[in-house]
């Protein structure tokens, strides 16, 4: 497993320590760091492909659509 050094105020270290240990605190920080970013990447290719393809129907059709979707 690799090793990473990160450097932190005490106060930080001491914020971190409520939580757990300090590589658990770093670890679960990273994983909600890389998570985070893989959202924002997705929501950014969703974006794209809704300004490629705009939504063709109106609100009312979409109600309506649900309605029938819900009656089968």
């Known amino acids: 497993m690799p090793t990473i050094s990160v450097r932190i105020s ?31 990447e997705l929501l950014h290719k969703l974006e794209e492909l809704q300004r490629r393809n705009p939504i063709k129907t109106t609100a009312l059709e979409e109600v309506k659509l649900i309605k029938e979707d819900r009656n089968r």
Do not use: A, F, H, P
Request: glycine share 6%.
């Open 10 to 40: 005490d106060k930080e270290k001491k914020e971190l320590l409520n939580y757990g240990t300090l590589s658990t605190s770093v670890r679960e920080g990273l994983r909600l760091y890389i998570n985070t970013r893989k959202s924002q």
